[in-house]
């Protein structure tokens, strides 16, 4: 099967009203962002877009993204392979009254002033929201495990005396 690159701008209303499918891939190597936030990224990112209008009439654009990232562990330090898969559904709004008339199903997303929307990087975007936010192996596939933890001791708080304590040998003194 070919690999058809998909389009970095797009008008979701044409093709809303085309009822266009993309089924394609997005190049890793024009997105930054994700390939600064992961030590690699496959070359390849698959995506499916689908544009619709539902049922009230609004245009909707939902797909499915997939693709492999090497992480590192934050307990060990070592790299491993995490696979992910994003699915997303928005919807074309321009200005913010136009937000508040969305159904919460729907994800607003904004149009340039041509009416389309940059989908590379409203993909990349959702890439990176993807990611783990502490990237760690499983327990069992992590080279350190419990025992190999060592955690600092916490020494108990030396008491203070209390600074309200002079209010109440005041009140004492009164009655």
């Known amino acids: 099967m070919q690999k058809v690159k998909l389009p970095h701008q797009v008008d979701p209303v044409k093709s809303a009203v085309k009822r266009s499918d993309y089924q394609g891939v997005i190049a890793s190597g024009d997105m930054e962002r994700l390939l600064g936030a992961v030590v690699n990224c496959d070359e390849w990112v698959d995506a499916e877009v689908q544009f619709k209008k ?66 590379l990087q409203l993909l ?3 890439l990176i929201i993807g990611l783990p936010i502490v990237p760690l192996h499983a327990e069992e596939a992590c080279p350190i495990g419990e025992k190999d933890m060592t955690f600092g001791k916490i020494e108990p708080e030396q008491e203070r005396p209390n600074p309200f304590a002079v209010l109440k040998e005041l009140k004492r003194d009164q009655e």
């Open 124 to 126: 990349e975007d959702e």
């Open 54 to 119: 539902d049922a009230q009439g609004l245009t909707v654009f939902h797909g499915h993204l997939s693709t492999q990232v090497t992480l590192i562990c934050q307990r060990c330090n070592g790299e491993f392979n995490q696979p992910l898969n994003v699915d997303f559904c928005y919807s074309p709004v321009q200005g913010a009254n136009e937000i508040d008339m969305l159904p919460e199903a729907y994800d607003p997303v904004e149009v340039d002033d041509h009416g389309n929307v940059d989908l």
